[in-house]
């Protein structure tokens, strides 16, 4: 099965974002990974709602929304009018977890659920089976271009057992390091969905490096 692949607008240009949203468009990436931040949960500020109206507009795939923000209940329906097909929020900004994640699913979103690189996979051994996706941060999040934190490989294993364990057919979305070196080791353990920004957008050719990371080979770390 090769990897969905979701480049992360966050590190497009905005000056030119119609013409980055039609490369995706055209290129073999699955879905558009939109990294929404508040200032408050994560040390940045990225963009809102003007932004995925214009995704909303030009883009012809799944919009995948990673909400880094404080209380995401309040904005669960309006992600929801402005197009978003898959929502996800941070295990740690959310009290009510389960009632959350209803609170998607209720508006016609997969659930989503992103976990920072401190947070244990165990904390969602309760609620596994009702996520359709584990964002699992292999960077802390706020911005792109960060060195990949290697405990995620081992992270990324525990994960999947306990998806296969609990009977989850949740997908698990690898966010942040993505890159050539780190993409075939983590298909190795497990990952299903693969969110590259810089690795994509700082490319001489980004539809290239989409299709080469839609056709990476799985592989063990050498030891
Ligand atoms: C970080 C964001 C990521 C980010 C990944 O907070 O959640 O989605 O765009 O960027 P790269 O691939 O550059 O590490
Ligand atoms: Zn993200």
């Not at 959310?94 to 209720?106: E, G, M, N, V």
């Not at 995620?152 to 698990?172: D, H, M």
């Amino acid at each position: 099965m090769k990897p969905i692949i979701a480049p992360s607008i966050l590190s497009a240009d905005f000056g030119n974002l119609q013409r980055d949203i039609e490369m995706i468009n055209n290129s073999n990436a699955d879905w558009f990974h939109v990294d929404v931040m508040d200032g408050v949960f994560v040390p940045n500020i990225s963009f809102g709602f003007p932004v995925m109206k214009t995704l909303q507009q030009h883009a012809k795939k799944t919009l995948d929304v990673h909400l880094m923000i404080v209380d995401p209940d309040r904005y669960i329906k309006a992600f929801a009018q402005a197009g978003a097909n898959i929502l996800s929020v941070h295990y740690e900004t959310c009290t009510h977890l389960h009632r959350s994640l209803q609170a998607i699913k209720a508006e016609g979103m997969k659930a989503g659920v992103a976990i920072n690189p401190h947070t244990s996979v165990q904390l969602l051994k309760d609620i596994i089976a009702d996520i359709d996706l584990v964002c699992m941060m292999s960077v802390n999040p706020g911005f792109g271009g960060q060195q990949f934190i290697e405990n995620t490989y081992s992270k990324c294993a525990e994960l999947k057992s306990l998806i296969i364990q609990k009977n989850s057919s949740c997908l698990i979305e690898i966010d942040g390091g993505v890159n050539d070196k780190t993409a075939p080791v983590l298909l190795a353990v497990g990952a299903d969905v693969l969110v590259a920004g810089n690795y994509v957008f700082s490319a001489k050719n980004p539809e290239a490096t989409i299709a080469s990371l839609k056709n990476t080979t799985p592989h063990t770390l050498q030891a």
